[in-house]
């Protein structure tokens, strides 16, 4: 396919309204994760995964400051003092609690103080001119960083003990049980990342065409239900499901089923934000590592999409012949569409979202879990760091495995069809699942 007959989506323009929005939705949310608990449960560490909760409140406000307040804005700092102190790449997360940090009605001021400023860079801001000005980028890039801690906040809740203090609506439900077949997708180019797209970070830069031989992909994510058809014939127990390194770390840690997960007799339990529920069949699995999706894939007779197959099945319209920003289409996402924003605490029922099926017809590509893909995390072509290395640059690489689609903790401002989240294949307190393909090379 000739890639000068392809067409590209125009740039959107970005408004000040639209921003203004996104800013506030954000902080809204990382007020209602830390308002919720106590002082001693904002300082507390409750896992030497996670940060205390204090920590990446006043980090969201000190990043905020960094970009916005001091560069953007170009004004006077707020607090100088504490930037080495909320800087994540000199402390690890499990020595955070030992610093002398700022305490919960210090944070809260803290950050008031920081978009109190905001608010006017905003105001004098023309969204024209330098890379960081245009288009209000450097605001998107600080809503979407304020929203991908409230994601990383909603799981230190998780991992606490304790009562449940989170509270939301249950997820849609299907009466129907939905077909869990396969989608064939044709071979043929697309083009994959994006150069159009204003909040785009560095790593979903540069568009660029890729071409796929013909494969078939999952309709919906693994459910429970299959999850467990799994656990039941001994996937947990069967060296040869397994890689090498995933069987090493099966043993190492003990895995026998997805985080959280309890067996009480012949029924599987769920913890989930301090409520103890029955696992639900038809929902998508979630708090499953890179390790145990790959099992399950060899045990299904499949394998996990590469990271481009993914985003082809998720974007590409062969009508109109381009990629779309969102399975459905160029639309934001809605209730209908979508299961994000932490409007529910759990996945929906596979089926729910049929609005959101992309045009190749495959469902609930956005929201619900991240879908773990067998691709490592690599620059595309042409990458060009921005405005910082250490965003994606410095994580290329190393054992990384690149997660698409978001999740139900995920904001609809960081969870575009060319967004790209990574992690170590051992991480599982994240709101991860998967989804499987087929490669049907010599299909008659």
């Known amino acids: 396919m000739d890639v000068t007959k392809i067409e590209v989506a125009e740039t959107a323009v970005v408004t000040k309204e639209f921003t203004e929005a996104a800013l506030v ?46 560069d953007v804005g170009g004004r006077e700092p707020v607090r100088r003092d504490i930037d080495e102190l909320y800087d994540a790449f000199k402390h690890s997360r499990s020595s955070r609690p030992e610093l002398p940090l700022l305490d919960p009605r210090q944070a809260r001021h803290y950050i008031r103080t920081v978009r109190g400023k905001v608010w006017d860079v905003l105001a004098a801001s023309t969204f024209s001119g330098s890379p960081l000005e245009l288009n209000g980028f450097a605001f998107g890039m600080i809503a979407q960083h304020e929203q991908q801690h409230a994601e990383t906040m909603l799981a230190t809740h998780q991992l606490r003990s304790g009562s449940a203090v989170l509270v939301e609506e249950s997820p849609p439900s299907v009466r129907r049980k939905p077909l869990l077949d396969e989608v064939i997708i044709p071979s043929g180019a697309f083009v994959m990342g994006t ?52 069987w090493r770390h099966r043993i190492d840690a003990k ?5 959280f997960w309890e067996r009480d007799g012949s029924r599987w339990w769920q913890r989930a934000f301090g409520i103890d529920k029955p696992v639900a069949p038809r929902r998508p699995v979630v708090h499953v590592g890179y390790y145990e999706a790959q099992a399950y894939a060899t045990w299904a007779g499949k394998r996990l999409p590469t990271e481009a197959e993914w985003e082809k099945a998720a974007r590409w319209d062969p009508e109109s012949v381009r990629s779309r920003k969102f399975p459905w289409g160029d639309a934001l996402p809605d209730e209908t569409r979508a299961n994000l924003g932490q409007r529910h605490l759990s996945p929906a029922d596979v089926g729910a979202y049929p609005d959101g099926a992309s045009a190749h017809g495959v469902q609930q590509l956005i929201g619900d879990v991240w879908e773990w893909t067998s691709s490592g995390f690599h620059p595309y072509p042409g990458f060009h760091a921005f ?58």
Request: net charge negative.
């Open 387 to 444: 405005p910082y290395r250490e965003y994606s640059e410095v994580f290329f690489g190393g054992d990384y495995k690149v997660l698409r689609g978001g999740s139900f903790g995920t904001d609809s401002v960081a969870a575009r069809g060319t967004f790209r989240n990574w992690d170590h294949p051992i991480r599982r307190q994240i709101f991860s699942g998967f989804r499987c393909a087929r490669t049907l090379s010599g299909r008659p």
């Open 25 to 70: 939705r954000s902080r809204n949310r990382s007020l209602l994760l830390t308002d919720c608990l106590d002082d001693t449960e904002l300082s507390a560490a409750h896992s030497p995964l996670m940060s205390p909760l204090v920590w990446d409140l006043a980090h969201i406000g000190n990043q905020e400051e960094l970009w916005l307040v001091r």
């Open 255 to 259: 895995l026998q089923a997805p985080l």
């Open 195 to 246: 150069d159009d797209e204003p909040w785009a970070l560095d790593n979903e830069r540069t568009a660029h065409q890729v071409y796929l031989t013909e494969y078939a992909i999952d309709r919906f994510p693994v459910t429970n239900g299959q999850f467990i058809e799994f656990i039941d014939d001994g996937g947990y127990s069967r060296p040869e499901l397994w890689s090498r390194e995933g």
